[in-house]
């Protein structure tokens, strides 16, 4: 199993910039797809965006296209999601995910961190 530990999260304007990072540890975590999920009180777990073992293929929900870049540095076991222009919308726990599938849903996912939450104010 590979452990998944996110920072970076917080509270920030409308319109402002965020990066959250997920450290890797564990069995291997380059032959993971890693990615990261979104999760209000009340609503379900949500795809938010995926990075290939490689980092060379990435997948992001329409919610977050064009705002939101995820990459991955696997020299460091570290996986980045850097957000821009936020929305209150965006607000979240963010959580982190291990898969082994590319494409990644919350009923494949192999691990999950703690979260971290996002807020972001009008």
């Known amino acids: 199993q590979v452990q998944l530990v996110e920072s970076g999260g917080g509270l920030v304007q409308a319109g402002g910039s965020l990066r959250l990072s997920c450290a890797a540890s564990?069995?291997?975590?380059?032959?993971?797809?890693i990615g990261w999920f979104r999760q209000t009180p009340g609503k379900e777990r949500q795809f938010v965006a995926g990075?290939?073992?490689?980092?060379?293929?990435?997948h992001y929900a329409d919610a977050v296209k064009g705002r939101f870049t995820i990459s991955r540095d696997n020299a460091k076991n570290t996986v980045y999601l850097q957000m821009n222009s936020l929305k209150p919308e965006d607000t979240a726990v963010y959580y982190c995910?291990?898969?082994?599938?590319?494409?990644?849903?919350?009923?494949?996912?192999?691990?999950w961190g703690r979260g971290t939450q996002v807020t972001v104010s009008s």
């Open positions: 564990g069995r291997t975590p380059s032959n993971y797809t």
């Open positions: 990075v290939s073992r490689s980092g060379g293929t990435t």
């Open positions: 995910a291990a898969a082994t599938l590319i494409i990644m849903t919350r009923y494949n996912v192999r691990s």
